[in-house]
């Protein structure tokens, strides 16, 4: 039998990233692919047509249509699946309570979960809005499209990465950095987090500092005046986009002495 790509990340818990096929030398040509006039467009053309996609968004509809409170909507996987993602706050699906709570805090108030979380959750927190408008507020229809183009555009984006390691991060960090006032903001969001570090060069150990450790090591490598410099971003992107090529190429060949790298290696199809 012959495993997706998808099937075989879930199985053997190998990561899009170290299975991504492009090298350090396909890094920039793959990103000038992906931000030529209307690649994006196209993509999420073809998105739209995808039966998991679409399965999701389905079943996110249903969940939203049956909820009984914000409260339950906000702790059904249907309905996190893709709202959380669209959010900007991948990766937190297993952290429902956390997320229930931050989302319905007020994102202007500063003794609040959100607030507490970083400029992400707050972001996240005011886009949803539903601290104030409740369920009504996440289903109305227009709130419902915002939702789930965000979706189908994230979705879009974290298939790129199954061809060039990183794309996606570089991809919101184009559109994103400048959003940044201070290091903090950087290291508060988890993709402006792994660019910046990534292109610097800065070891992932550096995570287990303090926050002070980790802003002073940022700072004395990066002049934030940057992050306003469309040219000076890009190059950042590009930089991180080289680094994660040649993580994802260590971390194969680390796999290469595995003895499940053989099935792996038998298993995808390109």
Not at 75 to 90: E, H, M, N, S, T
Not at 185 to 198: A, H, M, S
Not at 202 to 231: H, M, N, T, W, Y
């Amino acid at each position: 039998m012959v495993l997706s790509l998808a099937q075989v990340q879930s199985l053997f818990g190998v990561s899009a990233s170290a299975t991504a096929s492009g090298g350090a030398a396909q890094a920039i040509p793959a990103l000038r692919r992906a931000t030529a006039d209307g690649a994006e467009a196209k993509g999420i053309a073809q998105e739209k047509k995808d039966p998991v996609t679409l399965s999701a968004l389905a079943q996110f509809r249903s969940a939203l249509d049956k909820a009984g409170s914000i409260e339950k909507a906000l702790q059904d996987p249907r309905i996190l699946k893709v709202i959380l993602p669209a959010l900007g706050l991948a990766g937190q699906e297993g952290n429902a309570g956390m997320v229930r709570r931050a989302l319905l805090s007020d994102p202007s108030d500063e003794k609040g979960l959100a607030a507490a979380l970083g400029s992400t959750w707050q972001a996240a927190a005011e886009t949803l809005g539903v601290y104030r408008t409740g369920l009504d507020g996440l289903r109305d229809p227009a709130m419902v499209d915002r939702l789930t183009n965000a979706y189908l555009k994230y979705q879009y984006r974290s298939g790129l990465d199954d061809q060039q390691a990183g794309l996606s991060d570089a991809l919101f960090f184009l559109e994103s950095a400048k959003t940044a006032s201070d290091v903090y903001d950087v290291l508060g969001d988890p993709v402006l987090r792994r660019v910046v570090t990534g292109a610097l060069g800065l070891p992932d150990q550096i995570a287990i500092q303090s926050v002070e450790a980790q802003g002073r090591a940022v700072s004395s490598r990066l002049k934030f005046d940057s992050l306003q410099d469309g040219r000076a971003v890009r190059k950042l992107a590009e930089r991180y986009l080289i680094a994660a090529a040649d993580k994802a190429a260590a971390a194969s060949a680390a796999q290469s002495t595995d003895p499940m790298a053989s099935i792996i290696a038998l298993s995808i199809k390109a």
